[in-house]
């Protein structure tokens, strides 16, 4: 690996567009988009998966060890990831750096404190919370009468769901789900996130008029507490490739990708920016398309779908998935299918990224080869994490031949469609949903909205675990209901947020949280 400032000089970042954080991470200044505004991209290829276990199908593993695979047969890559959030790392699912050889370093600083971006974002969320408080303590001059606008934390905390203060009722969202997260993600630069900051919804008056925070005032101390954390940052994987990892929001209760910015820079410095959305294509890749995509002013060249044998046996019914079982394997694969059919709807080229696991058996990987090859679906056996860009050439290759063929874009909605239509659009087209219900609540709130000409793109808030909206029913189920409980404005991102039942904004901890074993050595290292 190189010094930090090393490797961007190498890759095109020079002097003092390069700001380093200490030898082995850097933050990279937004002058070098507009240094580069004229240069070609590079193809954008982007890593999705079907829906996962709980604890993930290697996703990250897998779009780090495509980088390292397209280095080793002579490409130049750069690799775009979300920044990590405290909540998974030390919950159920950890980090989100990769895994074996197939990783980016150093691994512990993303994980935890990193370069203090999601410490700022919420900074700058809170500062909200106390400005609005102040201003009601004070006596109220905007008459705000219900506020919409949540705290937030960076960790799992049920118990700050719904919290009571002497000013009002109130309650947390974890970081990665807040809306200040997903306008760092999306904001082209400073300006630009200052504006978003100022169309913030703050709550309503007493009338039901909304009041943003360009009535309530302090958009320009929140740019200012959020100046750094819009550069992006760099680090490498294991083996020397670029990496961005910049901004994290989830992608089950926010849009899932990582920022526009680190996007960008990837696209202009490497011939392929390889990137991922987060959890299944039915959340991270729809929402990429339909929410990122247009900020890009580039449309994507090549889809990565992301399959396990663990998650397909999964899927056909395995209670062990870990064991040998050719049935349950054989009812999990429609379930896949159904995801390839969702990315040939939206126009795009795949490659299958098979993700081997050390459980995973001959016969069992023959039987999913042997599919996708008699039904003319292009797959790789996607080695990286035993065995780094080695054995990841295959899918390497693939990516390369595809990502050169024309291809449209075919969005999942029109920009036309009411809210409702595009919500309804979403769950029959891509989920499989029969009917979709909206709660007398969620009526009222697309009427209110309406009325008030917000019609925005929408971000779908669903259980990963499923194509349904309940986390327990796996494979591809039929005629079943999805019930939207919720629409929340996200107006400084630019969408409305459509919670399925029991989405929470901020999750828990699960029975027994990996902050219980970690095991940190006398000089402060996880060792465990």
């Not at 404190?113 to 969320?125: E, P, R, S, Y």
């Not at 925070?213 to 550069?231: E, I, P, W, Y």
């Amino acid at each position: 690996m190189e010094k930090i400032t090393v490797l961007c000089e190498k890759m095109g970042v020079i002097g003092e567009e390069c700001i380093p954080y200490g030898f082995d991470k850097a933050k990279v200044d937004l002058s070098v988009l507009k240094r580069l505004e004229n240069k070609p991209n590079g193809k954008l290829i982007l890593v999705t998966a079907i829906n996962p276990t709980p604890a993930g199908e290697g996703k990250t593993t897998v779009s780090i060890g495509l980088t390292q695979g397209l280095k080793e047969i002579g490409k130049h890559p750069i690799l775009a990831l979300r920044e990590p959030s405290l909540g998974p790392v030390f919950g159920l699912k950890g980090g989100a750096t990769g895994g074996g050889k197939a990783s980016v370093t150093p691994s512990d600083d993303i994980n935890l404190h990193f370069t203090g971006d999601l410490h700022a974002i919420t900074a700058a969320n809170n500062l909200l919370s106390a400005l609005i408080d102040n201003h009601i303590f004070q006596g109220n001059e905007l008459g705000i009468e219900t506020v919409t606008w949540k705290r937030c934390m960076d960790m799992n905390d049920r118990s700050l769901r719904d919290i009571d203060t002497p000013i009002r009722k109130d309650g947390f969202v974890i970081t990665a789900a807040s809306e200040i997260m997903a306008i760092l993600a999306l904001a082209r630069d400073l300006k630009d996130l200052k504006a978003r900051i100022n169309r913030i919804l703050v709550g309503y008056t007493k009338e039901n008029n909304p009041v943003f925070v360009s009535d309530l005032g302090g958009a320009d101390a929140m740019t200012l507490l959020l100046k750094n954390a819009m550069n992006p940052n760099l680090v490498q994987t294991v083996d020397g490739v670029p990496t961005f990892v910049h901004a994290g929001p989830f992608a089950n209760i926010a849009h899932g990708c990582n920022s526009i910015v680190a996007t960008k820079l990837a696209l202009k410095l490497g011939d392929y920016a390889v990137t991922e959305a987060g959890f299944g294509a039915d959340l991270g890749m729809e929402k990429f398309i339909d929410l990122k995509m247009p900020y890009l002013n580039k449309n994507v060249d090549a889809i990565v779908i992301v399959a396990t044998l663990r998650a397909l046996k999964s899927h056909g019914g395995a209670e062990d998935f870990s064991l040998e079982n050719h049935e349950a394997l054989r009812l999990g694969i429609p379930h896949l299918n159904k995801h390839i059919e969702n990315i040939k709807g939206f126009g795009l080229p795949y490659v299958i990224a098979l993700n081997h696991f050390y459980t995973d058996t001959e016969d069992e990987l023959s039987i999913l080869m042997n599919w996708a090859k008699e039904n003319n679906h292009p797959i790789a056996l996607a080695k990286g994490f035993s065995e780094g860009g080695k054995g990841m050439t295959d899918l390497a290759k693939i990516v390369v031949e595809i990502a050169d063929r024309n291809s449209t874009v075919k969005p999942a909605y029109s920009k036309d469609d009411t809210p409702q239509v595009k919500i309804e659009k979403i769950a029959k087209n891509l989920y499989g949903a029969s009917e979709v219900v909206f709660t007398k609540k969620a009526r009222e709130q697309l009427e209110h909205y309406a009325a008030l000409g917000w019609n925005l793109p929408v971000c779908m808030a669903k259980t990963p675990l499923s194509l349904t909206g309940d986390p327990k029913i796996k494979g591809l189920p039929t005629d079943f209901t999805l019930t939207i409980q919720e629409i929340r404005p996200s107006l400084g991102a630019g969408f409305l947020v459509a919670l399925t039942k029991g989405i929470m904004v901020m999750p828990g901890l699960n029975k027994t949280p990996r902050a219980i074993s970690m095991v940190v050595d006398d000089e402060g290292n996880l060792i465990d």
